[in-house]
C-alpha cells in the first residue's frame, strides 16, 4: 500500500506544479519563480534532515508524528487557499486578473485549452521511457531506505 501511495504522490506533484505554474505566472516571471518553487523541496530536506535527529532524541517515532501532522496541515492549507486558475480565485482583483491574463493569454481573453492527444500519449516511446525511469528512480529510493526503518 505505502508503495501505491508513494507512485500516486510522486505522479501527481509535478505535474500539478507545472499546471499552476503555467496558470497564474505570467512568462517574463516564470522561470524565476519556478526555480524558487522546485528549490523549495531541497531546502525542504535541508531543513528536515537535522530537524528529525533533533526529534530523534526524544522519541524516532516523534519523527513521523511531526512530519504526518505537518504534510495533513499544509495539505489542508493548500487545498483551501489554492485555486486552479485567477478565474477561480474570488480574492484577487479584476486588476489582478487582467494583468495576468494578458500576460499569459496575450488578449487578456482566455482561450479554450486544447484537447490533450492521449493517443499519442499513449504511443509514445519517449513517454514510456520517462515514466520508467521516474517509476524505477522511486523504487530504487525506497528500496535503498527501507533498512533504515524495519
Not at 51 to 74: D, K, Q, T
Not at 82 to 102: A, C, G, W
Amino acid at each position: 500500500m505505502f508503495i501505491i501511495f508513494i507512485f500516486i504522490n510522486f505522479l501527481f506533484k509535478v505535474p500539478c506544479t507545472h499546471a499552476l505554474l503555467a496558470k497564474w505566472i505570467p512568462p517574463a516571471e516564470r522561470s524565476r519563480l519556478g526555480a524558487m518553487v522546485y528549490a523549495g523541496a531541497q531546502f525542504g530536506t535541508i531543513i528536515s534532515m537535522p530537524l528529525s535527529g533533533l526529534l530523534a532524541e526524544y522519541s524516532w517515532p516523534l519523527i513521523f508524528f511531526v512530519f504526518g501532522a505537518m504534510g495533513v496541515v499544509w495539505s489542508v492549507l493548500f487545498l483551501w487557499t489554492v485555486h486552479e486558475d485567477p478565474q477561480s480565485n474570488p480574492k484577487i482583483s479584476e486588476d489582478e486578473k487582467k494583468y495576468i491574463n494578458t500576460a499569459i493569454w496575450g488578449n487578456g481573453v482566455i482561450d479554450r485549452s486544447p484537447k490533450i492527444p492521449w493517443r499519442s500519449v499513449l504511443s509514445s516511446m519517449p513517454f514510456y521511457a520517462i515514466l520508467f525511469a521516474h517509476v524505477r528512480k522511486i523504487v530504487n529510493i525506497m528500496l535503498n531506505t527501507q533498512h533504515l526503518f524495519l
